[in-house]
C-alpha cells in the first residue's frame, strides 16, 4: 500500500532533519529580534538544543517563547535548495527523565559530547548548558527541486509516521 503525499512529505523531512546538525535559530525580546545557529537533534518534529541560559537567544526564549527557525544548506545553486522553514514555541526543560533523554540523542548524533573524560573542557562548558525543546506548530519543507520557491507544509500536529526519527536511531 502506497504511502499518503503527507506521509511521504513527513518522512523526507523527518529524513531531512536526520542528517542536517544546525539551525538558525530567531527570537524576540527586550532588546529586538535575534538569531543564532546552533547544534539540533530531533524526536519527531521536536527539536532540542543545548544552551546556556544566559545567552541572549535564551533569555529571550524567556521572556517570550514564541520562535521561528530554518534548517538548510549553504546552496550556490537556487535549483538545489531544500530546507525547513518553521514557527513554534521553545522552552527550557524542567524535567529531568525529558533531559536525559534529550542527552541521549545528543551523544548518538554527536559522539564527542559523550566523550567528556577526554575532553574536559568541554564537560567544564556543558555544565553550564540546558536543554531547550522547539515544538513547531508550523513546519514548511522548501524544494527547489521540484520548481522555484516550491514550499509544503508539513501537518505537525497528526501522528508522526514510524521511521527513525533522530539520528542513529
Known sequence: MSE????EL???VL???CDHNTLTLATV??????AAA???????????FLSEPDTRHSRN????????ATINEDYKNWRLIQGVQLEGTCELIGAPAKGLQA??????????????????QLARALAKTRFYRI?????????????????????????TPEVSKTSGV
Open 38 to 48: 546552533v547544534f539540533y537533534v530531533n524526536d519527531g518534529f521536536d527539536l532540542y
Open 103 to 120: 542527552l541521549r540523542f545528543y551523544i548518538e548524533k554527536y559522539p564527542f559530547v559523550g566523550d567528556l573524560a577526554a575532553a574536559p
Open 29 to 34: 525580546g527586550p532588546d529586538g529580534p535575534w
Open 4 to 7: 499518503t503525499p503527507q506521509a
Open 61 to 68: 526564549v524567556a521572556a517570550n517563547p514564541q520562535v521561528s
Open 135 to 159: 515544538r513547531p506548530t508550523r513546519l514548511y519543507f522548501i524544494d527547489n527541486t521540484k520548481g522555484f520557491s516550491h514550499r509544503e507544509e508539513v501537518d505537525v500536529t497528526a501522528k
Open 10 to 12: 513527513k518522512q523526507t
Open 15 to 17: 529524513a531531512y532533519l
